[in-house]
C-alpha cells in the first residue's frame, strides 16, 4: 500500500469531475474524475510535487498545501480534517477501552438505549434497552463488522445501505483499524466498493427505522456524543419523541 495520504488523494481525485472544478473536459479521457495534472493545476502546486504525494514519496506536505488540496477536491469539513491529520503523520486508532465509572454510569441509568463506542465504533458498554434495541450491543462487538458480515444486523435495519455507508465513512474517520479494514476488504463487497470512495463523516445526529423482531417497525432518533477527555469514546443514544420504553411498539 502507499500509505493512509496517497491513497486518499487517488480516491478522492477519481470522484471530482473536470466540470467540478471549472475545467472543461477535452478529448478522451482514460481516468476517473481529474488527471494529476488537472488536480495540482487547481490546487496550485507543481505537476511534479503531486505526483509523489500521490506515489508516497513525499508524506507530510504543509498545512497550506493540504488545505489547497482539501478546496481542489472539494472536501467537507470532516474530509477536511482527516486530510489535514493524515498528512501529519501516521493516524492512531482512535479510542480505549478504560471507561470511568462516571459515564458507566450514564450509560447504565439512562432511560434511552445508549451504547458506548470507541472511535472505531467497537462496543465499550451497552444498558439492557441498548441490547433489547440489538442484541449485538455487547462489548467488544464492532458495530462495522456486524453491519457488513453478521446477517441478523443487516435484518434489523430497514436500511442497511446507509448504515453501512455511514460504518465505512466513520471508519476512515477513525484512522488505525487496520486488522478490521483488511478482513472486511477480503470478506465483503460492498465494503470494497464504500471504503473505494474513501469518504469520512461521523454520523452525529439523525433518524434510523429498525424491523424488530418484537417491537415491530421503529422510527428512533439518535445523538451521538463525544466524551471529554476519553481518547475519543463517543455516547450513541437512541430516543423516540412521547415514547418512555421504546420497546413497547
Known amino acids: 500500500m502507499r500509505g493512509d ?17 471549472g475545467l472543461v473536459p ?9 488527471r494529476r495534472e488537472e488536480l495540482a493545476l487547481v490546487a ?27 478546496r481542489a477536491l472539494r472536501l467537507d469539513a470532516d474530509a477536511t480534517a482527516h486530510l489535514h491529520r493524515i498528512a501529519a503523520g501516521p493516524v492512531e486508532p482512535a ?3 478504560s471507561v470511568r465509572p462516571s459515564v458507566a454510569r450514564l450509560v447504565d441509568t439512562s ?7 470507541d472511535g472505531t465504533l467497537t462496543v465499550l458498554r451497552a444498558n439492557a434497552a441498548a441490547r433489547e434495541l ?26 442497511v445501505a446507509a448504515v453501512r455507508a455511514e460504518c465505512a465513512a466513520a471508519l476512515r474517520s477513525a484512522g488505525g483499524a487496520e486488522e478490521l479494514v483488511t478482513e472486511l476488504l477480503a470478506a465483503s463487497a460492498a465494503f470494497r466498493e464504500l471504503w473505494s470512495r474513501a469518504d469520512v463523516s ?8 429498525f424491523d424488530h ?6 422510527c428512533l432518533d439518535y445523538e451521538t456524543l463525544d466524551v471529554g477527555e476519553s481518547g475519543g469514546q463517543r455516547l450513541l443514544v437512541y430516543s423516540r419523541a412521547g415514547a418512555d420504553d421504546l420497546m413497547a411498539g
Open 5 to 21: 495520504l496517497a491513497d486518499f488523494l487517488r480516491a478522492r481525485r477519481a470522484l471530482v469531475g473536470p466540470a467540478a472544478v
Open 26 to 34: 477535452g478529448g478522451r479521457r482514460h481516468v476517473r474524475g481529474l
Open 44 to 70: 496550485g502546486i507543481s505537476v511534479d510535487y503531486y505526483v509523489r504525494l500521490e506515489q508516497g514519496r513525499d508524506r507530510h506536505p504543509s498545512p497550506a498545501v493540504v488545505g489547497a488540496l482539501a
Open 95 to 97: 479510542g480505549g477501552a
Open 111 to 117: 432511560p434511552w438505549p445508549a451504547v458506548l463506542l
Open 134 to 159: 440489538n442484541p449485538r450491543h455487547e462489548p467488544g462487538r464492532s458495530l462495522v463488522r456486524d453491519a457488513f458480515l453478521d446477517p441478523a444486523t443487516a435484518a434489523l435495519h430497514v436500511d
Open 202 to 209: 461521523y454520523c452525529r445526529t439523525g433518524t434510523k427505522l
Open 213 to 218: 423482531p418484537v417491537a415491530g417497525r421503529l
